[in-house]
């Protein structure tokens, strides 16, 4: 089945600066990459998503890029504030298409 | 709107006690998901339900039975807990285009 790798499992930058994290997936039949934060005592949410037929998508200080033929994926965040620290999750539809399979999260520490 | 909820959001029990973990959701997603999160593990899969009445297992199935009368229903059975699963469980849902929506979780202690 899909298997889904993320790094690094901790992350901490200077506010301002950018941060990157990336994944790679297993399953080549694999078509949406979604990135979830996860706050302290909260479930988690999406922040942004990728589909297969993209290879870059934006969203203000966030972007995610996704390279098919290598198969991985990076979210990328920059002017990185404090409200950023969380930890993130990426992960992949599975082979059935229905379940995704997450990566293990990112700690994410913004210090001002 | 409540969107997905999930009770109780905290729960200690006993070893070898049944414990039911609600989740409710209120946009009539077709699908709904239930996962636990431990420390190294990130998200797991224990069972998932495309509709009413059809449900199937996921990565980490054993020991849950899962249900669902009811679209907007999905509860999560622990016939007889262990200490391995103390965990936190959150519940998910999606109308079937791929973004899941998480519940707020369930902090679950077996002693």
Redesign the interface.
Known sequence: GENVE?HPSTLSVQEGDSAVIKCTYSDSASN?F?W?KQEL??????II?IRSNVGEKKDQRIAVTLNKTAKHFSLHITETQPEDSAVY?CAA?SQAG????????TTLSVSS | DAGITQSPRYKITETGRQVTLMCHQTWSHS?M?W?RQDL??????IY?S?AADITDK?EVPDGYVVSRSKTENFPLTLESATRSQTSVY?C?STS?A????????TRLTVL
């Open positions: 993320q949406y979604p979830y005592g909260k479930g988690p949410q999406l998503d999750f539809i229905t379940a995704l399979i997450f990566g293990k999260g | 699908y998901f996962y190294g593990h990130g998200l797991r899969l998932y495309a996921g959150f998910a079937g791929d973004t899941q929506y998480f519940g707020p979780g």
